[in-house]
Nanobody
Framework: QVQLVESGGGLVQSGGSLKLSCAASGSVFSVNVMGWYRQASGKERELVATISSGGSTNYADLVKGRFTISRDNAKSTMILQMNSLKPEDTAVYYC?????????WGQGTQVTVSS
């Protein structure tokens, strides 16, 4: 009952910045925690960051100090601001929203960081 659409991916040089957006629609009032995941080619999908409805955040060690997660509940939008990007950040980034024990995923957006 929740639809998620990511946008903002693309190609950026090492050291550059990129901002990803996740727009939620449907039963948005039932969403509690939201987060960003990423999956590089040939690797497992991994957690990037999460944010609760109250604004509490958690970050993976590899992105701490470089990425910032935020959300605008009034607009049902979640943001991932990515700075100091590295080639190792290249992956498909996915938006995720939790409704109790159930979660929903966006289609993903490609982020490519060149050297």
């Amino acid at each position: 009952q929740v639809q998620l659409v990511e946008s903002g991916g693309g190609l950026v040089q090492s050291g550059g910045s990129l901002k990803l957006s996740c727009a939620a629609s449907g039963s948005v009032f039932s969403v509690n925690v939201m987060g960003w995941y990423r999956q590089a080619s040939g690797k497992e999908r991994e957690l990037v960051a999460t944010i609760s409805s109250g604004g509490s955040t958690n970050y993976a060690d590899l992105v701490k100090g470089r990425f910032t997660i935020s959300r605008d509940n009034a607009k049902s939008t979640m943001i991932l601001q990515m700075n100091s990007l590295k080639p190792e950040d290249t992956a498909v980034y996915y938006c995720r929203a939790w409704v109790r024990a159930l979660s929903y995923w966006g289609q993903g957006t490609q982020v490519t960081v060149s050297s």
